[in-house]
Protein backbone atom coordinates (compact mmCIF):
# COMPACT_ATOMS: atom_id res chain seq x y z
CA UNK A 1 0.00 0.00 0.00
CA UNK A 2 0.67 3.38 -0.67
CA UNK A 3 0.65 6.92 0.76
CA UNK A 4 0.09 9.19 -2.90
CA UNK A 5 1.05 12.63 -3.55
CA UNK A 6 0.43 14.23 -6.02
CA UNK A 7 2.73 17.15 -7.18
CA UNK A 8 2.73 19.91 -9.69
CA UNK A 9 6.02 20.97 -11.16
CA UNK A 10 4.58 24.64 -12.29
CA UNK A 11 3.14 25.68 -9.11
CA UNK A 12 5.57 23.86 -6.34
CA UNK A 13 2.93 22.26 -4.84
CA UNK A 14 2.23 19.36 -3.25
CA UNK A 15 -0.94 17.39 -1.56
CA UNK A 16 -2.26 14.39 -0.49
CA UNK A 17 -3.89 12.84 -3.53
CA UNK A 18 -7.58 12.23 -3.03
CA UNK A 19 -9.40 9.21 -4.38
CA UNK A 20 -11.28 11.35 -6.49
CA UNK A 21 -8.66 13.15 -8.25
CA UNK A 22 -7.39 12.60 -11.76
CA UNK A 23 -4.12 13.89 -12.09
CA UNK A 24 -4.25 17.23 -12.97
CA UNK A 25 -3.24 20.12 -10.71
CA UNK A 26 -6.41 21.77 -9.22
CA UNK A 27 -4.45 24.75 -9.37
CA UNK A 28 -3.54 25.61 -13.05
CA UNK A 29 -4.80 22.45 -14.78
CA UNK A 30 -1.49 21.08 -15.85
CA UNK A 31 -0.07 17.75 -15.54
CA UNK A 32 0.93 17.31 -12.09
CA UNK A 33 3.07 14.04 -10.97
CA UNK A 34 2.03 11.42 -8.55
CA UNK A 35 4.35 10.64 -5.90
CA UNK A 36 4.06 7.52 -4.28
CA UNK A 37 5.45 6.47 -0.78
CA UNK A 38 5.64 3.15 0.49
CA UNK A 39 2.81 3.28 3.63
CA UNK A 40 5.27 2.22 6.95
CA UNK A 41 4.45 0.17 9.96
CA UNK A 42 2.51 3.11 11.40
CA UNK A 43 -0.10 3.41 8.60
CA UNK A 44 -0.76 -0.09 9.15
CA UNK A 45 -0.95 0.46 12.59
CA UNK A 46 -3.36 3.44 11.62
CA UNK A 47 -5.84 0.98 9.39
CA UNK A 48 -5.65 -1.34 12.33
CA UNK A 49 -6.45 0.75 14.89
CA UNK A 50 -9.20 2.33 12.43
CA UNK A 51 -10.15 -1.02 11.57
CA UNK A 52 -10.82 -1.39 15.45
CA UNK A 53 -12.46 1.33 16.42
CA UNK A 54 -14.66 1.35 13.78
CA UNK A 55 -15.70 -2.53 15.28
CA UNK A 56 -16.99 -0.91 18.41
CA UNK A 57 -18.55 1.81 17.34
CA UNK A 58 -20.70 -0.27 14.97
CA UNK A 59 -21.15 -2.73 18.30
CA UNK A 60 -21.93 0.22 19.96
CA UNK A 61 -24.04 1.40 18.08
CA UNK A 62 -25.88 -2.08 16.96
CA UNK A 63 -26.12 -2.56 20.91
CA UNK A 64 -24.23 -5.61 20.29
CA UNK A 65 -22.68 -6.79 23.78
CA UNK A 66 -19.21 -7.50 22.80
CA UNK A 67 -19.12 -9.07 27.14
CA UNK A 68 -16.20 -6.30 27.73
CA UNK A 69 -18.25 -3.95 29.91
CA UNK A 70 -16.74 -0.74 30.37
CA UNK A 71 -13.39 -1.73 29.11
CA UNK A 72 -14.94 -1.46 25.58
CA UNK A 73 -15.03 2.28 25.97
CA UNK A 74 -11.47 2.33 26.91
CA UNK A 75 -10.75 0.39 23.54
CA UNK A 76 -12.97 2.00 21.46
CA UNK A 77 -11.69 5.46 22.20
CA UNK A 78 -8.03 4.42 23.06
CA UNK A 79 -8.05 2.60 19.10
CA UNK A 80 -9.79 5.66 18.12
CA UNK A 81 -7.20 7.34 19.34
CA UNK A 82 -4.38 5.59 18.81
CA UNK A 83 -5.34 5.67 15.02
CA UNK A 84 -5.06 9.22 15.05
CA UNK A 85 -1.59 9.32 16.21
CA UNK A 86 -0.52 7.11 13.94
CA UNK A 87 -2.12 8.61 11.21
CA UNK A 88 -0.36 12.11 12.01
CA UNK A 89 2.92 10.03 12.68
CA UNK A 90 2.40 8.29 9.03
CA UNK A 91 1.59 11.79 6.98
CA UNK A 92 4.37 13.78 8.12
CA UNK A 93 6.61 11.02 7.57
CA UNK A 94 5.33 10.26 4.18
CA UNK A 95 5.39 14.07 3.20
CA UNK A 96 8.81 14.64 4.24
CA UNK A 97 9.42 11.64 1.86
CA UNK A 98 7.65 13.11 -0.91
CA UNK A 99 8.95 16.67 -0.85
CA UNK A 100 12.27 15.02 -0.75
CA UNK A 101 11.21 13.18 -3.87
CA UNK A 102 9.21 16.14 -5.62
CA UNK A 103 12.72 17.96 -4.92
CA UNK A 104 14.21 15.64 -7.84
CA UNK A 105 11.07 15.79 -10.35
CA UNK A 106 11.76 18.42 -13.43
ZN1 LIG B 1 -0.19 23.58 -10.97
Not at 20 to 47: A, E, Q, R, W
Not at 74 to 84: C, D, N, P, S
Amino acid sequence: MYVRFIYCPECKELRPKSWYHYGDCILCGKKSVTINIPMSIFGYLMYAFSAVGIIFVAYEIAGIQTGLGDLRLFIMFGAIIAALVFSYIETNRATELAVEKAGKVR
